[in-house]
């Protein structure tokens, strides 16, 4: 999951960022509004971490942006803020979740969790795949019952898979779910990757389509395990 985190406190954002990238997360950090904006432009996040006392304006104001944008994000707000009426107002705004300052990052991983799960009627804790369990909930994969150990990279690139199985992703999609403004990659490296995780996970289980992506199999005896 790529995720836009605006926020000008630094040490809070480089203990926020720090948090998610240990739990494989792809984190770019912004500390304004028009820093924000073109992030928005340039990359496709799943999700946007929003404080809203920046610098140059209120962070609701970046909301229009964020709700224009043809594959919304998931949107929390991050914020001393405590009254009702500042809640709401994220919230009418269009904010899916509101977590006020200061936060345990367990928390906000928590709300993000339960956010993506309320958003994709499909999602399942655990994906089946004939012997393949892919657990999300515990970021836990085992094959004929035995834990399969993944890098952060393949545990990041497989997480966006899993949690839209139905979903054709594109080589765009999955590599912004690998890399951040600040990381370099080469033009093979998602393939790279791709190849990994088929040697662990089955290569049958991982299918691509010419031109347009990749894709998790379900075979017709393979279904979804809650």
Not at 183 to 198: C, G, H
Request: glycine letters at 6%; aromatic letters at 4%; charged letters at 30%.
């Amino acid at each position: 999951m790529r995720v836009l985190l605006v926020e000008d406190d630094e040490a809070l954002s480089e203990a926020v960022c720090g948090y998610l990238r240990a739990k494989a997360f792809v984190v770019d950090a912004v500390p304004s509004l028009a820093q924000a904006g073109a992030a928005l432009r340039a990359a496709q996040y799943a999700a946007v971490l929003l404080d809203l006392h920046l610098a140059d304006g209120d962070g609701l104001s970046l909301l229009p942006q964020i709700r224009a944008l043809k594959d919304r994000p998931i949107v929390i707000v991050l914020t001393a803020r405590d009254q009702v009426s500042d809640r709401i107002a994220g919230l009418d705004a269009g904010a899916d979740d509101y977590l006020v300052k200061p936060y345990d990052p367990g928390e906000l991983l928590a709300r993000l969790r339960a956010v993506e799960r309320r958003r994709n009627a499909a999602y399942v804790p655990v994906l089946a795949l004939g012997d393949l369990q892919i657990d999300l909930s515990r970021e836990q994969v085992r094959r004929a019952g035995v834990p399969i150990a993944l890098t952060q990279k393949e545990w990041a690139l497989l997480r966006v898979m899993a949690t839209r199985p139905e979903r054709i992703h594109t080589r765009e999609s999955l590599q912004d779910a690998l890399y951040g403004f600040d990381d370099e990659a080469d033009s093979n490296t998602l393939e790279v990757f791709i190849s990994r995780l088929r040697r662990k996970l089955g290569r049958e289980h991982i299918e691509t389509l010419r031109g347009l992506g990749y894709r998790l199999v379900h075979r017709p005896d393979e279904g979804l395990t809650a």
